[in-house]
């Protein structure tokens, strides 16, 4: 359990990379990157070649309440790139959940996932 008030469940064969993920996520609940808790996380820790893209992110197809997402996120980069990634996935979901995006989000997210990542390194220890 996080202090998101929800769950962050994590699979993959990378335990660093695994702890890495679950401080981000639980960073960005902290610090209103998503604005409301009560949301499960989902991980799947892969290589890019598996569905050939650094990360994802979908609302659970169980569940159309905003309260579920499953993310896929790439452990062949950088620990800064595999943080800036889940930054990126952790902008689109409050995204969705506020109904605030423009065209398909991306902009807002690639502008955003490297300050907030350097922000979590610089606060967070890794």
């Given at each position: 359990?996080?202090?998101?008030?929800?769950?962050?469940?994590?699979?993959?064969?990378?335990?660093?990379?695994?702890?890495?993920?679950?401080?981000?996520?639980?960073?960005?609940?902290?610090?209103?990157?998503?604005?409301?808790?009560?949301?499960?996380?989902?991980?799947?820790?892969?290589?890019h070649k598996t569905y050939e893209c650094w990360g994802s992110i979908v609302e659970s197809d169980w569940c159309w309440?905003?309260?579920?997402?499953?993310?896929?996120?790439?452990?062949?980069?950088?620990?800064?790139?595999?943080?800036?990634?889940?930054?990126?996935?952790?902008?689109?979901?409050?995204?969705?959940i506020t109904h605030t995006w423009e065209g398909d989000g991306e902009e807002e997210c690639e502008q955003r996932q490297?300050?907030?990542?350097?922000?979590?390194?610089?606060?967070?220890?890794?």
């Amino acid at each position: 359990m996080s202090d998101t008030n929800g769950e962050i469940f994590i699979t993959g064969d990378d335990p660093e990379y695994e702890n890495i993920a679950r401080d981000v996520i639980e960073w960005c609940f902290e610090e209103g990157v998503v604005c409301r808790g009560g949301i499960d996380i989902h991980v799947e820790l892969c290589k890019h070649k598996t569905y050939e893209c650094w990360g994802s992110i979908v609302e659970s197809d169980w569940c159309w309440s905003m309260t579920s997402w499953e993310m896929t996120v790439a452990t062949d980069q950088s620990p800064r790139d595999f943080v800036a990634t889940i930054m990126h996935e952790m902008i689109h979901v409050n995204q969705a959940i506020t109904h605030t995006w423009e065209g398909d989000g991306e902009e807002e997210c690639e502008q955003r996932q490297y300050e907030l990542a350097d922000r979590f390194i610089t606060c967070d220890l890794i």
